[in-house]
Nanobody, 114 residues
Framework: EVHLEESGGGLVQPGGSLRLSCKAS????????MSWARQTPGNGLEWISR????????YYLDSVKGRFTISRDNARNMLYLQMNNLKPEDTAVYYC???????RGQGTQVIVSS
């Protein structure tokens, strides 16, 4: 059974940083591209970043480019999102997602507020 579990969210002031983690299990993690997405109340899931399995290439939503960094540790089945210079508009529930497997975790809340 595919299982994704996020952690690392919390309350941070504007300009601050957080590192989100996602533990994957139930599938061969290294074989799959992985993504982070976020959702705010009343809105759909917004893709924000993707990292490829084959070469680790990464892609970002324009609004987070230069501030967020996605990474993965295939030996530990872990996906990460380093978020710097956070802004109030980054407030959302963040999800670890495999679009190929149609799977996502339960999410971790990020609140950016002074």
């Amino acid at each position: 059974e595919v299982h994704l579990e996020e952690s690392g969210g919390g309350l941070v002031q504007p300009g601050g940083s957080l590192r989100l983690s996602c533990k994957a299990s139930g599938f061969t993690f290294s074989n799959y591209d992985m993504s982070w997405a976020r959702q705010t109340p009343g809105n759909g899931l917004e893709w924000i970043s993707r990292i490829k399995s084959i070469d680790g290439s990464s892609y970002y939503l324009d609004s987070v480019k230069g501030r967020f960094t996605i990474s993965r540790d295939n030996a530990r089945n872990m996906l990460y999102l380093q978020m710097n210079n956070l802004k109030p508009e980054d407030t959302a529930v963040y999800y670890c997602v495999s679009y190929t497997l149609s799977a996502r975790g339960q999410g971790t809340q990020v609140i950016v507020s002074s």
